[in-house]
């Protein structure tokens, strides 16, 4: 049997290595006798996975030693609840800026705990395009708004926002769920990143928040204590049990990323990969993707085939090929192949060739 690619968008592939160690180590970790996720999250030998998990993951990001690093659960979609609770303080608004469906599910969580000031910063289109306004287009509300919101790449529109915006002393805070790791970053512009593992960091079950020391101390009083930023910080992440294989297994994501040269090397593998599909994408008739150029998402690339009607053919067939979960998300249609840092770039190029078969055989040729 060929190698298969897993293309999903998340729970999405993890890199082969990783897969591999994780094996080998599966029920006797390190000479212990048992697994890893048999050992107490207080012994000393998980511990020392856990801290040199964060270790590892501060040096890819060159986090600076003002922001604490959270690993907690909920996912993605905790944090939507958690950063008005812990942030808001004294305030009763936020602004969310939007550009696709993450943006606007985040929202709706929000609405929960304060007045959302709503901000579409797409651009308006007549041509089909979509493009985002450049970050200096972007307006805040008023000063009296908690923080800004948005959402850098959106996972099912396959739309990446490049530009960090100067939102001055408010706080900005990025769900960066399916574009963390992606490319180096500076930490410092931000307020709070978070972001669900089970895309670019890792198996489900874990979300990593890295919070500015400064926003620590304004949670509101009935915040669950597990979403509560100071107190998981102040708990090294476990004032309740946490998710310790999938903690575990990021750090081995971690680790992998080093030995690839981190996060320069990765960047300029992710920027060919997305260039190679792409390219091939705007060379054919056959296949379209409408996001402007500088909004394309190097992690989720969505097409269309000339007709819908196609769609079950070809994901049929991708399927029979070893090229699995192409389907796009059922909002927006047609395909999505995602190419997190864990997809080689042969899994883009067999992807690539089996586009070009399917048209041909589509055209008759
Ligand atoms: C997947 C995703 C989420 C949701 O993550 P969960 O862990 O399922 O809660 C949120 N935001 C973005 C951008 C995502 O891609």
């Known amino acids: 049997m060929s190698q298969t690619y897993n293309f999903c968008a998340g729970p999405a592939m993890l890199p082969h290595a990783v897969m591999e160690q994780a094996q080998k180590e599966f029920i006797n ?3 212990t006798g048992v697994s890893v996720m048999e050992l107490s999250h207080r012994s000393k030998d998980y511990i020392a996975v856990a801290t040199a998990a964060e270790q590892d993951l501060r ?37 969310y ?36 306004k450049p970050a200096s287009q972007w307006q805040i509300s008023s000063k ?36 963390i790791l992606s490319k180096p970053l500076d930490i410092s512009k931000f307020g709070i990143i978070y972001a669900g593992a089970q895309k ?6 874990l979300a990593v928040v890295i919070v500015r020391d400064d926003l620590l101390d ?16 102040e708990n090294g992440s476990m004032f309740n049990t946490p998710p310790t294989y999938s903690w575990y297994l990021a750090g081995l994501v971690f680790k992998w990323l080093k030995a690839q040269g981190g996060l320069s090397a990765i960047e300029e593998i992710n920027a060919e990969k997305a260039k190679l599909l792409y390219g091939y994408i705007d060379s054919s008739d056959f296949y379209g993707n409408n ?49 997190y ?25």
């Not at 003002?66 to 979609?77: C, D, E, M, P």
């Not at 864990?342 to 589509?362: D, H, N, S, T």
Request: glycine share 8%.
């Open 29 to 31: 970790w390190n000479n």
């Open 59 to 95: 040096d890819l990001l060159a986090i600076p030693d003002n922001y604490k690093v959270i690993f907690s659960q909920g996912g993605g979609r905790g944090q939507f609840a958690a950063v008005p609770l812990n942030i808001l303080g004294d305030k009763t608004q936020a602004d």
């Open 97 to 132: 800026l939007l550009t696709g469906q993450w943006s606007k599910l985040a929202v709706v969580e929000g609405k929960k705990y304060c007045q959302v000031n709503e901000s579409n910063i797409l651009m308006p289109s007549t041509d089909g395009i979509v493009a985002v």
């Open 144 to 179: 009296n708004t908690a923080y800004v919101h948005y959402c850098p790449n959106e996972t099912i529109e396959g739309i990446e926002i490049n530009d960090i915006p100067d939102t001055g002393d408010i706080p900005l805070v990025a769900d960066m769920s399916s574009n």
């Open 200 to 205: 670019n960091i890792g198996p489900s079950g």
């Open 218 to 233: 304004k949670a509101k009083q009935e915040t669950p204590s597990i979403f509560n930023y100071k107190l998981m910080a």
């Open 291 to 339: 996001v402007a150029t500088v909004n394309r998402s190097k992690m989720n690339v969505p097409f269309t085939l000339a007709s819908s009607d196609l769609d079950a053919a070809f994901l049929q067939q991708a399927q029979d090929a070893n090229l699995m979960a192409l389907k796009g998300h059922r909002i927006v249609g047609g395909m999505r192949a995602s190419i």
């Open 341 to 365: 840092n864990a997809m080689p770039i042969e899994g883009v190029k067999a992807l690539i060739g089996f586009m070009e078969k399917f048209e041909r055989q589509q055209r008759g040729l």
